[in-house]
């Protein structure tokens, strides 16, 4: 089996060789950490790693076109102030912490979001896609009967993407203070999303899943009332999916930070039949409980958790342990629960590998070798090892 | 006579308008401003936080509803001011060192100053030595660290050490929060609590506040 058949097996239950190998990402900061303990600077990780291939995606952009141009607005020494691409402004370390803090957001209301934020939101922009000759010679590529890999088409974001242009603070308010606004941004974002589903499918490509970005959840719950969600967003995500259906794209996943299991059954309503990265670190979440409440509607990809690969390596085995009754089962594709971090010892990371590999992947020799680090920077591969 | 029930369900709904409005109609007509937090204004946030814990309030819900006791404490804390009233108590609030993460932070810095208590926000990237110095010259008794990431959340038991080594541990409790935290984490650090939520963090700041010593 090829990684593309692989994947698809996996997601709709049907015999396979094993399970996919794949992996979330890391910190920035975990690879230079570990460029000490051996890691090849400039390495690709999958290829270090020896996993799947991954997160490889397939569509048009489905954001703000043009962007704003990125400035830096102040230097604070450690840290700087920037207006990011997206028209926030931040405070980002410059060493740091992985996430910025924003300041302050161009998008504030009715006035802004016409100035500044609907004009970039065109469906049709022909910028959304590269240039025609690039474009060409990508879906030449993708479109080939013999591809491998299983491709990805990014539909956005219906809540996450408006959440970050306003603040928490402000589009929560504005559920309330001005809730036909919240609905035109949902109705423009999933005008363009259809756009460049439409296109990247007339084109001939049919991606292996789809996904949204939407990180709408903290550590207790969603950010939105249920009922606010089936009103606001549900409607949207349905227009979405069933274009994704129709163009047989049944593969459907949500990348979503935090305890999302109140709004799980919703999104499995609007037509989403995965989610990613159930997160045990944040709320305890158990893809083994996951598998009982929802059934196998719902393809899980994560719930790995990330905190233990730090730990001593009997609790990595044993976590490895604990999820292969429900890989064995099918519909899941384990992964840590969040980008690795720099806490993690790099010899820590490749045991996690290997005995994902034994376990999980059943030791077939159609897994690539894990690279060994030596000191002198250059690196063998496991397999080649006497 | 104002209706305090309105009041009460503006709060309750987050008509910052109306709340602001009934406020002050009842301060003209002479309520004692601390009888009218405690009795209306509080309970009304209590119930919010209530109902933020059962899962009938959501995040947008809890911030309209803070926002609408905002612009009732704006009447009236001069007036609690003028009158000496003491808070429930006093918090010095802030993200800890190398965190720049404040959404959380403020969440629980709005629903304590809803939950009658004065709060000193420290902001972000607060160094060990200023949330000393907040229980030093602001007569802060609890300090609450808010951190993000498992990497910044070290500097918690830092501040714990500093106010240790200040020698003011003793009446100042500690209390911490963020999405990494557990009260494993806190047993583990020497702090007084923990919270996971923003409500908690107020019911948590009520059973600490009890529990400083009277100062000498």
């Given at each position: 089996m090829n990684p593309r058949e692989r994947f698809h097996a996996t997601l709709h239950y049907l015999p396979r060789d094993r399970c996919p190998i794949m992996d979330f990402g890391f910190w920035s900061e975990t690879l230079v950490v570990w460029r000490e303990q051996?890691?090849?600077?400039?390495?690709?990780p999958d290829e270090f790693f020896g996993?799947?291939?991954?997160?490889?995606g397939c569509g048009g952009e489905?954001?703000?076109?043009?962007?704003f141009e990125e400035r830096v607005i102040?230097?604070?020494?450690e840290s700087e102030v920037v207006r990011q691409t997206d028209g926030v402004i931040v405070e980002r370390g410059k060493f740091l912490g992985s996430i910025p803090r924003h300041?302050?957001?161009?998008?504030?209301?009715r006035d802004t979001w016409e100035r500044h934020y609907q004009p970039r939101l065109?469906?049709?922009?022909?910028?959304?896609?590269?240039?025609s000759a690039e474009w060409r010679l990508k879906v030449e590529e993708l479109t080939r009967?013999?591809?491998?890999y299983p491709v990805f088409l990014n539909v956005g974001s219906l809540y996450g993407l408006p959440r970050n242009w306003f603040g928490l603070e402000r589009i929560s308010e504005l559920v309330y203070d001005d809730r036909k606004l919240l609905e035109e941004i949902v109705e423009t974002l999933a005008d363009v999303i259809v756009s460049v589903i439409e296109t990247t499918c007339a084109a001939g490509i049919r991606p292996e899943a789809a996904n949204f970005w939407e990180d709408m959840c903290y550590r207790s719950g969603p950010l939105l009332s249920p009922k606010v969600f089936r009103e606001l967003l549900v409607p949207q995500y349905k227009r979405i999916t069933s274009v994704l259906h129709r163009h047989g794209v049944d593969i459907v996943f949500v990348d979503c930070d935090g305890k999302v299991d109140d709004l799980t059954p919703l999104w499995l309503e609007a037509g989403v039949n995965m989610m990613f990265p159930i997160e045990v670190g944040t709320w305890n979440a158990d893809v083994v409980e996951f598998r009982r409440r929802f059934g196998k509607d719902l393809r899980l990809m994560g719930g790995v958790?990330?905190?233990?690969?730090?730990?001593p390596k009997e609790g990595i085995a044993r976590e490895i342990e604990r999820l292969a009754p429900v890989v064995e089962e099918g519909g899941f594709i384990p992964t840590p629960d969040h980008r690795v971090p720099p806490d993690v010892p790099l010899s820590n990371y490749i045991f996690y590998l290997e005995e994902a590999k034994r376990i999980w992947g059943k030791g077939l020799s159609n897994i690539r070798p894990t690279s060994i680090p030596v000191r002198s920077g250059a690196t063998l591969a496991a397999g080649a090892l006497p | 006579m104002v209706d305090r029930e309105k009041l009460y369900q503006a709060i309750l709904t987050g008509d910052a308008k109306s709340a602001r409005a009934l406020t002050e109609e009842a301060l003209k007509e002479s309520v004692d401003p601390k009888e009218l937090l405690d009795k209306t204004l509080i309970p009304a946030m209590d119930e919010v936080g209530r109902l933020f814990e059962t899962n009938e309030y959501f995040v947008p819900e809890l911030l309209i509803s803070a926002r609408a006791m905002k612009s009732a404490l704006e009447l009236i804390k001069p007036l609690l001011a003028e009158k000496g009233a003491e808070p429930a108590g006093r918090v010095a609030i802030g993200t800890v060192k190398g965190d720049l993460h404040d959404i959380g932070k403020n969440l629980v810095a709005a629903m304590l100053e809803g939950g009658g208590f004065e709060v000193v926000d420290l902001g972000v990237d607060v160094s060990p030595e200023a949330f000393v110095t907040a229980a030093k010259?602001?007569?802060?008794s609890i300090i609450a660290l808010s951190a993000l990431l498992t990497t910044t959340m070290p500097a918690m038991k830092k501040v714990v050490a500093a106010l240790e080594e200040a020698g003011i541990r003793e009446r100042v409790k500690v209390m911490i929060g963020g999405a990494p935290i557990t009260q494993r984490y806190a047993d583990e650090i020497g702090a007084d609590g923990y919270s996971d939520n923003a409500s908690g963090a107020v019911a948590l700041a009520r059973s600490l506040a009890a529990k400083v010593p009277a100062a000498a």
């Open positions: 051996g890691y090849p600077e400039g390495a690709d996993m799947d291939p991954q997160w490889i489905v954001g703000l076109r043009p962007t102040e230097d604070r020494g300041l302050d957001h161009s998008l504030k209301d065109m469906p049709d922009d022909p910028n959304r896609f590269p240039p009967p013999d591809r491998e958790d990330k905190r233990i690969l730090a730990g | 010259d602001k007569g802060a």
